[in-house]
């Protein structure tokens, strides 16, 4: 099993609609996690972190589910430049100071 | 300068030929990691460093692949004969706190091996 599982895309949706992407991780002791954007051919920037209370930033809510190891990432209203690839980052190894970075689910926002 | 700063931000280089990539992370931040990602794939960790602590050379992909920190600060990744299979675009991060603090990315070098 990867150690960081994403849905695999893509995602085609209209303006304005709402967009769910959800991520499942492997190591029970990770302790922080990320939601990353990243757009073609440009480097990866932090979208938002993910709490255990969930927290939204906007149009933007992220679940974290510790439980059920799985992270979620909400999207409303979504617009067109919300097209790029979403990547969920978890942080592993047995010391926690590593970024495992999921593959990513690409979303293209249609008009 | 305000974020982490890589270069060259291209490089074509010949089957055979060694190449050095340069990072010059945030100040601050105490860990520096590097990936790789070719044309379409996600990101492939290969290396990491945190503070005075010996690195974590798991990701490396062949003993032509070594990474180094001088004082704390500025990294240099460097492949030894390249492949070309060696060809994608690599990454560096840094965070202030390893694995803890999100990660500030580079605009990374696009390495092409002809």
């Known amino acids: 099993r990867k150690e960081v599982e994403q849905d695999p895309g893509p995602f085609n949706v209209p303006e304005g609609a709402t967009v769910a992407f959800n991520c499942t991780y492997s190591?029970?002791?990770?302790?922080?996690f990320f939601w990353y954007r990243q757009d073609c051919r440009k480097e990866p920037k932090l979208l938002m972190s993910?709490?255990?209370s969930g927290n939204e930033d906007g149009r933007f809510t992220a679940q974290l589910n510790r439980a059920s190891q799985y992270i979620s990432l909400l999207i409303r209203d979504s617009k067109l430049s919300d097209s790029a690839t979403y990547l969920c980052?978890?942080?592993?190894?047995?010391?926690?100071?590593?970024?495992?970075f999921g593959p990513g689910t690409r979303l293209s926002v249609l008009p | 300068g305000a974020g982490v700063s890589q270069s060259p931000s291209n490089k074509v280089t010949e089957k055979g030929k060694d190449v050095e990539l340069r990072c010059d992370p945030i100040?601050?931040?105490?860990?520096l990691y590097w990936y790789r990602q070719s044309l379409g794939q996600g990101l492939e960790f290969l290396i990491y460093?945190?503070?005075?602590?010996?690195?974590?050379k798991s990701g490396l992909p062949s003993d032509r692949f070594s990474a180094e920190r001088t004082g704390g600060s500025v990294s240099t990744l460097t492949i030894q004969r390249t492949q070309q299979e060696d060809s994608a675009v690599y990454l560096c991060?840094?965070?202030?706190?390893?694995?803890?603090?999100?990660?500030?990315f580079g605009q990374g070098t696009r390495l092409t091996v002809v």
């Open positions: 980052v978890v942080n592993g190894d047995n010391y926690g100071q590593n970024f495992v």
């Open positions: 991060a840094s965070s202030f706190v390893a694995g803890n603090t999100e990660a500030f």
């Open positions: 460093f945190q503070g005075n602590s010996a690195p974590d």
């Open positions: 993910v709490y255990s």
């Open positions: 100040s601050g931040h105490t860990a």
């Open positions: 190591n029970s002791a990770s302790q922080s």
